[in-house]
Every structure is written in structure tokens, then in C-alpha cells.
């Protein structure tokens, strides 16, 4: 069994309802090619790196998808390229299965990284101790300023 990830990039103007329709489409062209679709799911709207047809921005999908054969992974890019509401894709091999995970526990994954706790950021040893010098060196008026307070 192969296993694949496609990553695709939808056009950032579709409503929430268009969006599902160009996920059902990829959906049932999959199960149409003999792929079994693993995990499908919205990443959300994110800024892109560069402009694509004029785009700031674009949705994000996820698809993991097995396959026994490889005889119709080319047709399904091609689908993907031809797709006027698909911006750009990726399909990679993957080395695992990918876990099977519903959209709600991936956003909560999401949610868990991106929340950082300032008590969680420690310095390393060289830094602190970096730190502490620099607090002596500022504390202490070197010889030439207290000469210079004096005169």
C-alpha cells in the first residue's frame, strides 16, 4: 500500500459553501481514480509567499489519501492543474500511513502549538550568564567615569 499527501491551494474568495463543493469534488474524483481517501480537511485562509493570479491569500486543504496502485496518480494531477478553483497543488509519497484525525482534533493541535507560554522560553546557560556580566559591567562605573564626576 502507497500512501500520499496533497496539499492544494483554493481560490481565497470562495464562501464556506464553495469551498465544500471544490473539496467534493477532489473527493469523488479520488474514490473515481480507486484511492481511498484517509484524512480531508481545511487548513484555513493563510497569506501566501507570493502572489497567485493576483491572490494575497488562499484556503488551504490537506488530503491523505493510499492507493495499491500508481496507474492513475498522473491523471489525478492533471485533474488538479485543470481545476479553474484549485491555485496550486502538491501530491507527495509518504513514508507512513498518516494517522486518521477528524478536523476538529486537528485545530485543537493547531491551537496547542501556536498558544506559547512565556514561562516556557528559557535562556540557555550562556545566555544568562552573558546576561549577568552585562548587569555587573553596568552597574560598576568604570575608573575613567568617576574620574570624570570628580573633575
Do not use: C
Not at 100 to 121: F, G, R
Not at 134 to 150: C, F, L
Amino acid at each position: 500500500m502507497r500512501y500520499y499527501e496533497s496539499l492544494y491551494i483554493v481560490n481565497p474568495n470562495f464562501e464556506q459553501s464553495r469551498l465544500d463543493k471544490a473539496m467534493k469534488t477532489v473527493s469523488e474524483k479520488i474514490s473515481e481514480y480507486g484511492f481511498k481517501v484517509i484524512n480531508h480537511f481545511e487548513w484555513g485562509k493563510k497569506r501566501l509567499a507570493y502572489n497567485i493570479n493576483e491572490h494575497k491569500y488562499g484556503s488551504y486543504v490537506l488530503l491523505h489519501f493510499e492507493t495499491e496502485s500508481v496507474e492513475n496518480l498522473e491523471r489525478f494531477e492533471r485533474f488538479m492543474v485543470l481545476q479553474k478553483s484549485i491555485l496550486r497543488n502538491q501530491t507527495v509519497l509518504l513514508d507512513k500511513k498518516p494517522q486518521a484525525q477528524s478536523e476538529k482534533d486537528s485545530t485543537n493541535e493547531e491551537d496547542k502549538k501556536n498558544s506559547t507560554n512565556d514561562n516556557s522560553i528559557k535562556p540557555t546557560p550562556a545566555e544568562t550568564e552573558t546576561e549577568s556580566t552585562n548587569e555587573e559591567q553596568t552597574e560598576e562605573p568604570t575608573e575613567t567615569e568617576t574620574d570624570k564626576e570628580e573633575n
